[in-house]
């Protein structure tokens, strides 16, 4: 059996990698092969997630042992087949490659083939140029900062100062409390 995974970016509109793979490998015979069809060095911090259908992270597998707690359960990649959580074609999975900006890419078992077998994982598609693998605090800012922040963001830009209760505010540490029409004399 041979399992094909489709990977995507939201960051790369073009990227896309198509991963063939045994699924009695391993996540870390995985996270390498990904590495490889993307041209990453293999020395940052990874994780893998199983998610749900709306791609809400459910479980994650490390890349090294980070609980030890024997209590919780923990998946470790190189100690983890990715048959043990992955079974259904349409799985969605996060791959983490970039954990201080948290960026990732989107996979999807998008194919179950019966009846062929796989020794080694293999890129069997790939289009579009990878982002980049580590992007600096500083290009996250700015990138961060060309959001389009308007009036609008927050909700309401209607707001009315008499929709408050004046009351209802602890000013000065229960101290007395201004009545409403100087709030409306300040008109903020």
């Known amino acids: 059996m041979i399992y094909r995974f489709t990977i995507i970016s939201d960051e790369v509109d073009d990227f896309v ?17 990904i590495v490889e069809s993307v041209g990453y060095t293999n020395d940052q911090m990874t994780s893998f997630f199983i998610c749900d259908d709306d791609w809400e992270k459910e ?11 024997p209590e919780m359960d923990s998946w470790v990649m190189k100690e983890t087949n990715i048959s043990e959580l992955v079974e259904d074609e349409k799985q969605k999975l996060i791959y983490v490659f970039d954990y201080i900006t948290e960026r990732c890419f989107f996979l999807e078992l998008s194919e179950i083939i019966t009846g062929k077998e796989i020794k080694k994982a293999k890129c069997t598609k790939k289009e ?25 963001f927050y909700g309401d830009q209607d707001f009315d100062i008499e929709d408050f209760d004046a009351e209802g ?15 409306e004399e300040d008109k903020f």
């Open 17 to 33: 990698r198509e991963i063939q793979i045994d699924p009695e490998a391993t996540f870390y015979d995985f996270h390498e092969a």
């Open 59 to 69: 479980k994650e597998i490390t890349l090294e042992e980070m609980d030890d707690n």
């Open 128 to 152: 579009g140029d990878a982002p980049k693998q580590l992007m600096d605090i500083e290009e996250m800012t700015v990138t961060a900062g060309s959001l389009d922040l308007d009036e609008n």
């Open 169 to 183: 505010f602890d000013i000065d540490g229960g101290a007395s409390v201004p009545d409403a029409t100087s709030f």
